[in-house]
């Protein structure tokens, strides 16, 4: 996993190459599907509700607080770019061999 191309650290932080798959049963992490992160959200993809709910399972995953979560790029599609602050590469690769 440690191939893994869409991870890139920052100067602040780490970015992810992310795919949401909306209206899931639950929100959670699934695992990296051809270079990217995939997600599960609950909610729909209505008025922001989804990028919020992305925000908040991203943060519950990795331990960390909602605001150190952004969304850099892909508001409206399934393909986003979300920055972790404060956090390393390594111990993103750590936390993802760990799916459940």
């Known amino acids: 996993m440690s191939d893994f ?3 890139r650290e920052t100067p602040s932080g780490v970015r992810l190459d992310v795919e949401v ?3 899931a049963s639950r929100s959670k992490v ?3 599907k051809a270079d ?3 997600v599960a959200l609950a909610a729909p993809p ?3 509700a989804a990028n919020q709910a992305l925000i908040e399972t991203l943060a519950e995953y990795f ?3 909602r605001r150190r979560v952004s969304l850099v790029t892909g508001e409206r599609n399934r393909r986003k770019v979300v920055e972790l602050a404060g956090v390393r590469a390594r111990d993103v ?3 993802l061999q760990r799916v459940e």
């Open 5 to 7: 191309a869409g991870l």
């Open 21 to 23: 798959k909306v209206r």
């Open 30 to 32: 699934l695992g990296i």
């Open 36 to 38: 990217r992160l995939s």
């Open 46 to 48: 209505v008025e922001g």
């Open 63 to 65: 331990g960390l607080p």
């Open 93 to 95: 690769l750590e936390r």
